[in-house]
């Protein structure tokens, strides 16, 4: 690209005793009590209706079952609350009824597990929307209190951190310090140990490009390594959507973050990833193999600017100095959202080896065959910049 190139910015089985189901009847059953026979009956109805209605059908019963059989008491199951204090407790990403019940008993909010997976299971449809995130309880208390702030909003404390695209991941762990409270070094260290934030092998152990940029909830209890292991994971959702190989993520996501430095508009993406295609497909004139991007040399010399220095075009040591050097970079300059990874996966048909952004504030980008075509077109740019310089950073 020309130096005029414009860069667009760029979620029971308790431990106490189970109801007692001796058969043993006393020597003289009281007429009120209901006999052995009877009793049977009712078991066998409630077998029925639990295997049918599983933890929910048993938890409606097990009063009766209580009160034919005996066996635990309330105390026993259940704190009488309200409860004391604050407790702040985590529900992560893809925890069932079962995770939760867990936590809660764990933490110290409830008694056991059956206390809120009794409650869960009475509106089974709030249940199934408790969010992740962290919350704000209390400690003892009912199993069915601490479920009703579980599905209350209020009750959740959120960081939510927009992570915008086109940042380096020196950017992205920054605006989830600000964020979280994690330091930035916390992410950096976590971004090495690959294994544990699940990056791909066909990264080459590089994160950049693949810390999805998203809007995310983390609290300062969630990990860096945590944090980080839910972008990977969103990248490679967002790849496999897109169809993209597990042999070719890595360069779509170069090609996409290519795209993610230099579109503004979402209509120009797939046309602007065809041109990069085209000109590094072509060994010979107008470009020699060279993508020629302002973007990549200036994330090689790890300087955001909009036009490199003449000494940073020159460097032949910068192994992202695509001016100099032919083919895609070693790797992506940025992390690309999902359009301009759908436009890395799915270029645009055209003919095109330049394109140029005329309008800087609309976005407005024109494409070219020739370089006589180009120059056209970067004078057009030159005239709407010395008419308005303040738009083009001058």
């Given at each position: 690209?020309?130096?005029?190139?414009?860069?667009?910015?760029?979620?029971?089985?308790?431990?106490?005793?189970?109801?007692?189901?001796?058969?043993?009847?006393?020597?003289?059953?009281?007429?009120?009590?209901?006999?052995?026979?009877?009793r049977?009956?009712?078991?066998l109805?409630t077998?029925?209706?639990?295997?049918?209605?599983?933890?929910?059908?048993?938890?409606?019963?097990?009063?009766?079952?209580?009160?034919v059989?005996?066996?635990?008491?309330?105390?026993?199951?259940?704190?009488?609350?309200?409860?004391?204090?604050?407790?702040?407790v985590?529900?992560?990403?893809?925890?069932?009824?079962?995770?939760?019940?867990?936590?809660?008993?764990?933490?110290g909010v409830?008694r056991?597990?059956t206390?809120?997976?009794?409650?869960?299971?009475?509106?089974?449809?709030?249940?199934?929307?408790?969010?992740?995130?962290?919350?704000?309880?209390?400690?003892?208390?009912?199993?069915?209190?601490?479920?009703?702030?579980?599905?209350?909003?209020?009750?959740?404390?959120?960081?939510?951190?927009?992570?915008?695209?086109?940042?380096?991941?020196?950017?992205?762990?920054?605006?989830?310090?600000?964020?979280?409270?994690?330091?930035?070094k916390?992410?950096e260290?976590a971004?090495?140990?690959?294994?544990?934030?699940g990056?791909?092998?066909?990264?080459?152990?590089?994160?950049?490009?693949?810390?999805?940029?998203s809007?995310?909830?983390?609290?300062?209890?969630?990990?860096?390594?945590?944090?980080?292991?839910?972008?990977?994971?969103?990248?490679?959702?967002?790849?496999?959507?897109?169809?993209?190989?597990p042999?070719?993520?890595?360069?779509?996501?170069?090609?996409?973050?290519l795209?993610?430095?230099?579109?503004?508009?979402?209509?120009?993406?797939?046309?602007?990833?065809?041109?990069?295609?085209?000109?590094?497909?072509?060994?010979g004139p107008?470009?020699?193999?060279?993508?020629?991007?302002?973007?990549?040399?200036?994330?090689?010399?790890?300087?955001?600017?909009?036009?490199?220095?003449?000494?940073?075009?020159?460097?032949?040591?910068?192994?992202?100095?695509?001016?100099?050097?032919?083919?895609?970079?070693?790797?992506?300059?940025?992390?690309?959202?999902?359009?301009?990874?759908?436009?890395?996966?799915?270029?645009?048909?055209?003919?095109?080896f330049?394109?140029?952004?005329?309008?800087?504030?609309?976005?407005?980008?024109?494409?070219?065959?020739?370089?006589?075509?180009?120059n056209?077109?970067?004078r057009?740019?030159?005239?709407?910049?010395?008419?308005?310089?303040?738009d083009?950073?001058q």
């Open positions: 690209m020309s130096q005029n190139d414009l860069t667009g910015t760029l979620f029971g089985e308790e431990e106490h005793p189970a109801p007692t189901t001796t058969t043993r009847r006393a020597r003289h059953t009281p007429p009120h009590k209901p006999h052995g026979r009877h049977w009956v009712v078991l109805i077998i029925a209706l639990v295997g049918g209605a599983g933890y929910a059908g048993y938890a409606a019963l097990r009063p009766v079952l209580s009160g059989f005996g066996g635990t008491s309330a105390a026993d199951v259940d704190y009488p609350g309200p409860g004391t204090g604050e407790v702040s985590v529900i992560e990403a893809g925890a069932t009824g079962e995770d939760i019940a867990t936590t809660l008993r764990d933490l409830t056991t597990r206390a809120y997976l009794d409650a869960a299971a009475g509106d089974p449809q709030s249940a199934a929307k408790i969010q992740p995130g962290s919350y704000v309880l209390r400690s003892q208390m009912r199993g069915q209190d601490a479920f009703e702030m579980l599905i209350n909003p209020a009750s959740r404390v959120t960081d939510r951190v927009t992570v915008r695209e086109g940042l380096w991941a020196s950017e992205t762990y920054a605006a989830l310090s600000k964020a979280t409270g994690v330091p930035v916390a992410y260290k971004a090495k140990d690959t294994k544990a934030i990056l791909p092998p066909e990264a080459g152990g590089n994160v950049e490009g693949w810390l999805f940029p809007s995310y909830e983390f609290s300062d209890k969630t990990t860096a390594t945590a944090q980080l292991k839910t972008m990977v994971a969103q990248t490679v959702q967002v790849l496999d959507a897109a169809g993209v190989a042999k070719d993520r890595e360069k779509v996501l170069t090609l996409a973050s795209v993610e430095a230099e579109a503004k508009l979402d209509v120009d993406r797939p046309k602007i990833a065809r041109v990069f295609l085209n000109r590094i497909e072509t060994k107008p470009t020699y193999g060279l993508l020629q991007s302002d973007a990549a040399v200036s994330y090689g010399a790890k300087r955001r600017a909009l036009f490199p220095s003449k000494a940073e075009l020159d460097d032949p040591d910068n192994p992202y100095n695509t001016r100099i050097r032919p083919g895609l970079p070693p790797g992506p300059i940025s992390n690309p959202g999902k359009a301009s990874i759908d436009a890395a996966s799915n270029p645009a048909d055209g003919p095109w330049f394109f140029v952004a005329v309008n800087p504030i609309s976005g407005e980008t024109k494409y070219a065959v020739t370089l006589e075509q180009h056209a077109n970067v057009e740019l030159d005239a709407y910049c010395a008419a308005k310089p303040q083009c950073g």
